[in-house]
């Protein structure tokens, strides 16, 4: 009973007391504040920025008056029995809302009942001059009714089309009657941004506008199927749909990039294409609404150590010629199949896809000097470059064919099976994990061994078995209407 009674008597004591210090206190503060006078409270100081650490504060502040936000207006005819479609997934960066309300209606020829419905989506931009020049991604305002643009202050203007290279997915847009006090996005130089360099993006993220990310270029260079002139920065700073066309800065408040691209199965990888690229084609789009770049006429595929070695080269580099085109710039100056262009203009190729972002840098009508490799030998060659026009799509893989009459043949040093057809060298099997496994296919065509005709199973026996040992074997090959080369490294 006595110990129960101890702990709550302590407990009281120890309020008293605590109650008691308190008061006191209080009594102390009084007389203080009647002998001085009173003081207005200090607000919160900014914490310096330490040293070593980017002032993104401060950056943000300046760049974000330049960053706009994108709004499109899209018709979209629908028919009432049908689901709305799944606008969300067509762009990784471009946010597209649900449709709006039906704005009208009329009947398809086959008699069912369409919706006229507005579907709204959302994208980003920056201002490049005065005169209110908006850089986009082309995708964000494909097929757009109406544009508009929201200034950092939210002030809103309706905006034209001025041209879009969709090669490089950029767009130029201009403010219709644009006021005389917009802020302008100063361009860098993507060359000269280095690997692991801090870089800020800011953009319209989910219609969240005016969002800052920071993080930092992961890579350059990137290929990542995008289309002929993939070469695109690589950054973990968060990017989002609707971040699309939105600018990639660097610390000195410069434009890197153009954001336009992620990688839906990663976190942290994000890609926006060099503002280089950017910069070359937009004297063209304010002058003409479109871009003209310069063609040589060959189909190039990339190189591997084996092909580098049946080729005689000490690595692999260049752009490999599969084939030239008839009545080409690269034919009139005597290209041919087999021949690997190592440099142009005496910059070197270092990898297949440079070759073609090099060539568009160049306007039609341009002559560049291609420097090429064969048998060996280099050598120089001017070549006077045409139009560009509308890339074709490349012929549909070869399946593998059925009524070949006549015997197979067993090629064991490269791993395969063949059949011969009109004269046609067809291979009918790859044999799993073999030299040939993931280099030829079903339904190939070989035509060249080490640049000599094959017409039958035997003759390509002889001149895979003539070849030298100490290198890969080179095979020409047709892929349904594509043709490329193939080094085998033989067993």
Not at 23 to 42: F, I, K, L, N, V
């Amino acid at each position: 009973m006595n110990t129960r009674k101890l702990i709550p008597a302590a407990v009281v004591l120890f309020a008293a007391g605590a109650g008691l210090a308190a008061e006191t206190g209080c009594q102390h503060a009084a007389r203080a504040s009647q002998d001085a006078p009173p003081q207005t409270p200090a607000p919160f100081a900014t914490p310096p920025v330490l040293p070593g650490t980017p002032d993104i504060a401060t950056l943000a502040a300046k760049v974000r008056p330049a960053v706009v936000n994108i709004t499109t207006i899209h018709a979209v005819h629908m028919r009432q029995d049908m689901g709305f479609p799944g606008f969300g997934d067509v762009f990784p960066f471009f946010h597209q809302g649900q449709p709006g309300q039906g704005q009208g209606r009329h009947f398809g020829g086959g008699g069912g009942e369409d919706e006229v419905m507005k579907q709204q989506a959302l994208g980003s931009g920056f201002l490049i001059d005065e005169q209110g020049h908006v850089v986009t991604n082309a995708h964000v305002i494909d097929d757009a009714d109406v544009v508009k643009v929201k200034l950092a202050d939210d002030r809103e203007f309706r905006a034209k089309v001025v041209g879009k290279d969709d090669r490089l997915d950029v767009a130029l847009l201009k403010l219709d009657d644009p006021p005389h006090d917009l802020p302008v996005a100063a361009l860098g130089a993507s060359e000269a941004t280095r690997v692991g360099e801090y870089v800020v993006a800011i953009g319209n993220p989910f219609g969240l506008g005016n969002t800052v990310t920071m993080g930092i270029v992961s890579a350059k260079g990137r290929t990542i199927g995008a289309g002929p002139y993939d070469d695109f920065i690589q950054t973990d700073a968060s990017i989002n749909p609707g971040n699309s066309g939105g600018p990639l800065f660097n610390l000195r408040g410069q434009v890197v990039g153009i954001n336009t691209a992620i990688n839906p199965q990663g976190k942290g990888i994000g890609f926006a294409i060099p503002i280089d690229a950017v910069r070359d084609v937009l004297p063209q789009l304010l002058s003409t609404g479109h871009v003209a770049r310069g063609r040589l006429g060959v189909l190039i595929q990339g190189m591997d150590d084996d092909l580098a070695r049946a080729l005689g080269m000490d690595r692999p580099h260049g752009a490999l010629v599969e084939s030239v085109e008839p009545g080409s710039p690269a034919e009139k100056a005597g290209l041919k199949s087999g021949d690997v262009i190592v440099a142009l203009d005496g910059q070197d190729i270092p990898r297949s896809e440079d070759l073609p972002r090099r060539v568009a840098r160049h306007a039609p009508g341009i002559t560049v000097k291609v420097t090429v490799l064969h048998d060996k030998q280099k050598r120089d060659v001017d070549v006077t470059l045409a139009t560009l026009k509308d890339e074709k799509s490349g012929g549909d893989d070869a399946s593998g064919k059925s009524g070949l009459n006549a015997a197979p043949g067993e090629h064991s040093s490269l791993g395969i099976s063949v059949l011969e057809e009109d004269g046609q060298v067809v291979v009918s099997r790859v044999a799993p994990d073999g030299p040939a496994d993931g280099k030829l296919r079903q339904g190939d065509v070989i035509q060249e061994v080490g640049g000599q005709r094959v017409s039958s199973a035997s003759d390509l026996a002889a001149k895979v078995h003539a070849g030298p040992s100490d290198k890969p074997v080179l095979l020409l090959v047709r892929r349904g209407e594509q043709s490329m080369f193939v080094g085998i490294e033989r067993k």
